[in-house]
Every structure is written in C-alpha cells, then in structure tokens.
C-alpha cells in the first residue's frame, strides 16, 4: 500500500513571496503519477499540477512547479510570487501507473496562508 | 455550467437515518468516484466506479453503496447512519481511467449526524 506524508500542517506566506510545501511518499511502484490539490475556501478540489514519474523533468504550471526526487520519493510544490488566492489547503496525491479504479491516495494536507 | 454537481450540499440528520447524496456530471467521463474528507482534512477514496466495473475501498462498511443509473450519474447511498459518517463526501469524475488522469471534483456534500 502506498502512504503519502505532508509534514507541514500550516504554513503562511506575505504576498508576493514564494513558500515551498512538503510531500513525501512511500511505494514499491517504480511509475507512478504525483499530483498537488488545492482546496479553497469554497471546499471544491482543483488540480494544481501533476507529474509523472518516468518523466525526468519537473512539471511547471505557471507560477507553480515542483521539485520531484524520485530516489528519495519526495515531491515538493513551490508557490512563486504568492497571491491572496493562494490561500487554500494543499493535498499532495499519489497514483500507480496501472491503477484499476484510478483511485488516489491523499497526504494529510497543509494549510496556506498568504498575508497581505 | 457546473461540471461536478452533487445535492444536498448541507445534510444533517438523526443517527440510524438512511439518507442519500446525488452527484451528476456533465463531461462525458467514464468513471465517478466517492471520496470522503473528515473532520481533520484527510481525504479517503471510498468507491470507483466506471459502466463496468466497481471497485470498492475495503475498509468502507457495506452501509454505504454507490448506485449509478447511467454513466453520468453516480449516488451515494448509506444506511443506519452513525455519528462517525459525519464528513464531507466528495464525488469526482475523470476521463482517464488507471492512467493518472485529472480528477474533476464537486462541492462537496457535508454530512452531519445527530
């Protein structure tokens, strides 16, 4: 069974700078997918950004990017230039690449806040 | 247009109840998902389900069953509700299934047990 870890239960952030979330994970898989969520206040999960795991090259989506090392299963997701609109919790998730059901396995989440 | 609806959004309701909670979406995907989040944020899948397969959580008690009438369609059904049922169930959709494709979340349901 694969577990995910965010170590980071809370963090803040002033606007404009850049904050650095937490993931790691355990698998015996050696393809996977790894995704960050965002949950604002609305409730509703939004995909932030996704990166698979046969692919050497960090995903960026605009100000967001990840730091992916794969030998030591770790999966950050940088925040460049925080907005107000940041603020939200993050789930870090994981999938093996052949995944009947597609079913995601979540970390605990961190909550970000962005200050003004 | 919503992509991901799901009704009631707010439910609170006396122990031993039988309730239900109803997701629709409208974006041609296969598979529909449960997913619950509990009071301290942590997210669990509870169901997959796509028009030919179910696949079920196994640490989810049989009280709760996923009934699809058709493929856009996917309700959450639970029995003899318990003070531990209270949560937020999420319903998703993706169209990429086993192949790490986005998932596509509703609102959220917050279930509430009395």
């Known amino acids: 069974a694969q577990t995910v870890t965010q170590s980071q239960p809370e963090m803040s952030v002033q606007e404009a700078e850049t904050v650095t979330l937490s993931c790691t994970y355990d698998t015996s898989e050696n393809n996977y997918y790894l995704f960050w969520y965002k949950q604002p206040p609305s409730r509703q999960m939004i995909l932030v950004i996704r990166q698979e795991a046969y692919k050497q090259q960090n995903a960026t989506e605009n100000r967001f990017s990840v730091n992916f090392q794969k030998a030591a299963k770790s999966f950050s997701l940088k925040i460049s230039d925080s907005q107000l609109g940041d603020t939200a919790m993050y789930f870090c998730a994981f999938s093996p690449l052949y995944n009947a059901g597609n079913m995601l396995t979540f970390g605990g989440g961190t909550r970000l806040m962005v200050k003004p | 247009d919503t992509a991901v609806s799901q009704t009631p959004k707010y439910l609170v309701t006396q122990m031993g109840n039988d309730k239900s909670i109803k997701c629709e979406q409208n974006l041609g995907h296969d598979t529909m998902y449960w997913y619950k989040q509990d009071s301290k944020k942590f997210l669990k899948i509870m169901f997959s389900?796509?028009?030919?397969?179910?696949?079920i959580n196994e640490t989810v008690p049989n009280r709760f069953s996923p009934k699809s009438p058709d493929k856009a369609h996917l309700n959450l059904h639970i029995n003899s509700l318990e003070l531990g049922d209270s949560a937020v169930y999420f319903c998703?959709?993706?169209?990429?299934?086993?192949?790490?494709?986005?998932?596509?979340f509703g609102e959220g349901s917050r279930l509430t047990v009395l």
């Open positions: 389900y796509n028009n030919k397969e179910l696949i």
């Open positions: 998703a959709s993706s169209l990429e299934t086993g192949r790490g494709g986005e998932l596509f």
